[in-house]
């Protein structure tokens, strides 16, 4: 097993080998130009974006610039996707997300990570452990997702929550580490923020 397959397979591997930097300045220079194309020039930016990430759907994609990830083939996402600006994915692990997915600014989903003692850290062997996000999630900015971490459907993440652990299906989470605040239930429907409820009627699918 060489080391690119060591790595796919969420095993401890050597990133200098067996062409992986290749993978990476491939996906540096897609990215290069992504970040520099012209915020009018929407259908080559989403044309661009297709081809940077390992799997796409149908229906709305956009990631505002600037937008970073380390190969882009390891990043799977569903339809009706928006992340905002400053996306960074360290997609060594797979990352895969489902449909209808909000990522305020500064969002950092990592799949990477080191030993932790020093030694073995020098040895040059690193890791990805796979994320993965359910469908119907919004996370907050500065939201930092950790390696190995579920997110079930249905869920938020609260602005500046650091997830270490699994969130299940339709909650609220927050903090550092994040953990459940509360259930997201009917009483929810009819607001916009907190307990302000709309004023309008046309929010209802």
Same mark, same amino acid.
């Given at each position: 097993?060489?080391?690119?397959?060591?790595?796919?397979?969420?095993?401890?591997?050597?990133?200098?080998?067996?062409?992986?930097?290749?993978?990476?300045?491939?996906?540096?220079?897609?990215?290069?130009?992504?970040?520099?194309?012209?915020?009018?020039?929407?259908?080559?930016?989403?044309?661009?974006?297709?081809?940077?990430?390992?799997?796409?759907?149908?229906?709305?994609?956009?990631?505002?610039?600037?937008?970073?990830?380390?190969?882009?083939?390891?990043? %799977?996402? &569903?339809? !009706?996707?928006?992340?905002?600006? @400053?996306?960074? /994915?360290?997609?060594?692990?797979?990352?895969?997300? $489902?449909?209808?997915?909000?990522?305020?600014?500064?969002?950092?989903?990592?799949?990477?990570?080191?030993?932790?003692?020093?030694?073995?850290?020098?040895?040059?062997? %690193?890791? &990805?452990? !796979?994320?993965?996000?359910?469908? @119907?999630?919004? /996370?907050?900015?500065?939201?930092?997702?950790?390696? $190995?971490?579920?997110?079930?459907?249905?869920?938020?993440?609260?602005?500046?929550?650091?997830?270490?652990?699994?969130?299940?299906?339709?909650?609220?989470?927050?903090?550092?580490?994040?953990?459940?605040?509360?259930?997201?239930?009917?009483?929810?429907?009819?607001?916009?923020?907190?307990?302000?409820?709309?004023?309008?009627?046309?929010?209802?699918?």
């Amino acid at each position: 097993m060489n080391q690119k397959e060591r790595m796919l397979k969420n095993l401890p591997y050597k990133s200098w080998m067996d062409g992986l930097p290749e993978d990476r300045l491939a996906a540096k220079k897609k990215i290069y130009e992504y970040n520099l194309l012209p915020p009018d020039k929407t259908k080559e930016r989403e044309a661009l974006l297709r081809n940077i990430l390992g799997k796409t759907c149908e229906g709305y994609l956009n990631i505002e610039s600037p937008f970073f990830c380390d190969y882009g083939y390891n990043i %799977e996402v &569903g339809t !009706d996707f928006f992340a905002n600006y @400053n996306f960074t /994915v360290l997609d060594v692990g797979k990352v895969r997300i $489902g449909d209808h997915f909000m990522a305020g600014p500064n969002v950092g989903i990592y799949t990477a990570g080191h030993p932790v003692h020093p030694e073995t850290r020098n040895s040059g062997y %690193e890791y &990805g452990i !796979d994320i993965t996000i359910g469908d @119907n999630v919004w /996370v907050g900015g500065h939201v930092c997702i950790m390696p $190995g971490v579920t997110i079930g459907n249905n869920v938020v993440i609260a602005g500046g929550s650091v997830v270490t652990k699994d969130i299940p299906d339709n909650v609220i989470a927050a903090g550092n580490p994040c953990r459940v605040i509360r259930e997201i239930t009917e009483n929810d429907r009819d607001c916009y923020f907190r307990d302000r409820k709309f004023d309008v009627d046309d929010y209802r699918a």
